[in-house]
């Protein structure tokens, strides 16, 4: 699902309530009937003015119309949703320009975006649910649960979790991008200027960069918390660089102390001493899948984060830590110690209830789950020949050396299960180009609130 703010400019303040009322018709309607769409967007031209407004949004692909429905109605569609989430951003002026998309994850669309002072920040537009569920078997049952299976309701629950848990985190002094809205499916937050771990080639000191990414798994668990996707993806390394004549002093950053050469900075390891001193920090993104210290499946959330580190360290850096663990019975026993404050229940704080916990859990099960069907099958036609790159098209283009990083990959990406990057298919959602330079939204901010 890519975005295009092309229409943005084009949208009058009716049909910004036209969709604004769709959106709220769709709480109680799957699709909202037309004559409800009139009677909640109070146009003062009354219904003639809405079926304008509703053929605009409609040729844009905002409102769908529902085909063989009973009665006439519309329906949402996530390009009307994600049009609102950034009207709702440009409105608190946080947001001024929507620039190139950076990455497109399981469950993601990655955005940079600008305000009107050119400070350019990323928006995070949650997914969840945008790959046809009805192709998992084992969801029937749960489509027919009506709400759990939406993915408005869905994705949304994922931008709020994320954006508590970022939230507290930052509270606590964990480097994580800093959080600065959250509407509807979407949060905005700080563009950080570093590289997924997955992109380094190599580190002088992988022991030391090892270190703290354990420190922070413990430093999470004392907290109370799981990550549940701790993997190269989710880990950026930020390069701090302390000038040469300060970097003789013995304050060095606490994060951490290993220096490094990337793909984008070739630098060598052995540097002169009037070389300036490049730090590595670690920052950790991607949060909707945290899971309590306390979840019955704890210990095996706990224990995937180790291997996901250790296996990468391995493969990519050839790197094996001389002690075993960290285990969980160690790291159980310091849930709450030195004064830590446990933020597990951050998202009940939020507003979550258990079932939108539960609901939330499980649709990120199940994405996990068809993406690792959608990784065999891929291995499936590959070892038949069939070109499948069209279906199944690798998202790191920019990422060849990984083909050939080792033998053990294969498996390695098989065990990561959710890990192995595909392109998805956007099964009934529709699509826009994608924009090739920075488009102003201005016309946004006339607009009423929505
Ligand atoms: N604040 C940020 N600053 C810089 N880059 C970011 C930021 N947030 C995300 N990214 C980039 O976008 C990618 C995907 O982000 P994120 O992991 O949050 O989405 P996701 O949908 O969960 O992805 P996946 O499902 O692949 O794990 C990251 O690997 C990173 O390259
Ligand atoms: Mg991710």
Known sequence: MKLDTRVLRH??????????????????????????????????????GVHKSISALAKASLVAKTLHAKY????????????????????????????SRIGVGKESDIMVVADDAG???????????????RTVKANRDYLKSG????????????????????????????????PISQSRHTILMTLIDALPMRQIS????????????????????????????????????????????????????SASTSTATSTSTQTSSAQPATADQITLVPVI??????????????????DRDVACIKRFFKRRFHFTATQPGPFFKDAKKTVGKDGARRLDATAEASGFTKKMAKDLE????????LAEEKAELKKESKYFGADSDEDFHDDDDDDDQEEDDSEDDDEAEEEEGGQAKQQLDDDDIPT???????????????????
């Open 432 to 450: 826009f180009p994608r924009p090739e330079k920075e488009i102003p939204i201005e016309k946004l901010t006339i607009s009423e609130a929505t």
């Open 202 to 253: 190599m580190v002088p000191d992988p022991a030391s960069l090892y270190a703290d990414l354990i420190a922070i798994l413990l430093r999470l668990a004392q907290h109370g918390l799981i990550h549940g996707d701790f993997n190269e993806f989710n880990i950026l390394i930020k390069e701090e660089r302390t000038p040469a004549a300060l970097s003789t002093s013995t304050s060095t950053p």
């Open 11 to 48: 949208l009058t303040q009716e049909d910004w309530k036209v969709l604004a009322a769709v959106e709220q018709g769709t709480k109680n309607h799957e699709n909202v009937p037309t004559v409800l769409i009139e009677k909640l967007s109070r146009l003062k031209g009354g219904a003639s």
């Open 362 to 369: 499980r649709a990120i099960a199940l994405e996990k789950k």
């Open 147 to 178: 709400q759990a299976g939406s993915w408005m309701y869905l994705s949304q629950l994922a931008a709020m979790k994320e954006f508590a848990f970022m939230r507290a985190l930052r509270d606590e002094g964990f480097l994580v991008p800093e």
């Open 285 to 302: 993104i991607d949060f909707p899948q945290m899971v309590s210290m306390d979840h019955v499946n704890a210990e095996m959330y706990f």
């Open 72 to 99: 006439d109605g519309y329906r949402l569609t996530y390009g009307g949703l994600d049009y609102l989430a950034l009207h709702q951003h440009a409105q608190r002026k946080q947001v001024y320009s929507v620039g």
């Open 119 to 133: 400070v350019q920040k990323v928006l995070k537009i949650h997914r969840l649910g945008r790959i046809s569920f």
